[in-house]
Nanobody, 128 residues
C-alpha cells in the first residue's frame, strides 16, 4: 500500500515536499515513480527512482524537482522547488512490482504502464 501526502496550496516560486510511504513492500527493492494529472489532462510522468537510486525526470520538472528515498523510513520524497501554476495537479506515487529490475532503460521507468501499485494522490495547487 502506498500513501502519498504533502500536497497543498503554494504561491508561484514556492516549494513543497511530497512523501510516499509504503507498507508491505520495501521500497529499496522496487522502482518508485511520481506521476501527476493536471486538471482536465492525462496523467503524466514526473520523476522516478530505481533501487540503485538512479533517477529520471521529465523535461518539465528537471532542475526543479528532486526525487529521493529514505530506506530507514521506507519513504520516497519529491522535493518540488520553483513551483509554477502549470505544476498544479494531483500527484500520485506508484510502484513497479518487479523486484530489483535489471537492464532497464529510461523508457521503462518513465512509462505509466510499468507501475502496478498506485497511491491515492495528493493535490498540489500553485497560485500565480
Amino acid at each position: 500500500q502506498l500513501q502519498a501526502s504533502g500536497g497543498g496550496l503554494v504561491q508561484a516560486g514556492g516549494s513543497l515536499r511530497l512523501s510516499c510511504a509504503a507498507s508491505g513492500r520495501t521500497l529499496a527493492n522496487y522502482a518508485t515513480g511520481w506521476f501527476r494529472q493536471p486538471p482536465g489532462k492525462e496523467r503524466e510522468f514526473a520523476a522516478a527512482i530505481t533501487p540503485s537510486r538512479s533517477t529520471y525526470y521529465s523535461d518539465s520538472v528537471k532542475g526543479r524537482f528532486t526525487i529521493s528515498r529514505d530506506n530507514a523510513k521506507n519513504t520516497v520524497y519529491l522535493q518540488m522547488n520553483s513551483l509554477q501554476p502549470e505544476d498544479t495537479a494531483v500527484y500520485y506515487c506508484a510502484l513497479d512490482e518487479t523486484f530489483r529490475p535489471t537492464w532497464k532503460n529510461a523508457g521503462y521507468y518513465t512509462s505509466r504502464t510499468t507501475y502496478n501499485y498506485w497511491g491515492q494522490g495528493t493535490l498540489v495547487t500553485v497560485s500565480s
